[in-house]
């Protein structure tokens, strides 16, 4: 099965919150990413958390990591349709930077 | 500064030919990462280059996939025959230090194997 496990579809009013929850797997995994995919676009680089931290907020973007039940999420306030995407949370899998993806998130938003 | 850039942007072959994808990495980046998303799952790792040299091939898939990175610059992925399962999104990536350096991907490349 999959290391990096995510809910594959979240659909949310414009203005109201997205939260995008994620599992993975390796505990020793030191960063851990969110990227978005935009359609026709590549994977863009929204945020990261180092694995010491709890919590990291970026203007409308807050990451929250609970390293004890390995979860992530990502809480995007007051969601615009420009957020309308496929979310990827993703670990780091080796000392090398290679990164192990979870199936991604279609979050749709709605007028 | 330029990002990672993929070409072609879209490949339609028919099973049993050869296509051959490219990836021009951001400069300075020593580090290139080929990735492939198949059909609504997850990215999966293919390989790891380090300048020019592979540094993890575990993900590929079989022998029909060979990727170079002659000179340390660009790198090239074929795949030879092309079979139907091979269908999906091919991404590369590329960061300037291995560890603790996020990747950088670029667009990818979609191919249909009919």
């Known amino acids: 099965g999959e290391d990096v496990e995510q809910s594959l579809f979240l659909s949310v009013r414009e203005g109201d919150s997205s939260v995008i929850n994620c599992t993975y797997t390796d505990s020793s995994s030191t960063y851990l990413y969110w990227y978005k995919q935009e359609p026709g676009a590549g994977l863009q680089l929204l945020t990261y958390?180092?694995?010491?931290?709890d919590m990291k907020q970026d203007q409308r973007l807050t990451v929250l990591l609970n390293k004890k039940d390995k979860h992530l999420s990502l809480r995007i306030a007051d969601t615009q349709t420009g957020d309308s995407a496929i979310y990827f949370c993703a670990e780091i899998d080796d000392s090398w930077g290679k990164l192990q993806f979870g199936a991604g998130t279609q979050v749709v938003v709605t007028p | 500064e330029a990002g990672v850039t993929q070409f072609p942007s879209h490949s339609v072959i028919e099973k049993g030919q050869t296509v051959t994808l490219r990836c021009d990495p951001i400069s300075g980046h020593d580090n290139l990462y080929w990735y492939r998303r198949v059909m609504g799952k997850e990215i999966k790792f293919l390989l790891h280059f380090v300048k020019e040299s592979k540094q993890d091939e575990s993900g590929m898939p079989n022998n029909r996939f060979l990727a170079e990175r002659t000179g340390g610059t660009y790198s090239t992925l074929k795949v030879q025959p092309a079979e139907l399962e091979d269908s999906g999104v091919y991404f590369c990536?590329?960061?300037?230090?291995?560890?603790?350096?996020?990747?950088?991907f670029g667009n990818g490349t979609r191919l249909t194997v009919t």
């Open positions: 990536a590329s960061s300037r230090a291995a560890n603790n350096s996020p990747l950088h």
């Open positions: 958390i180092f694995s010491n931290m």
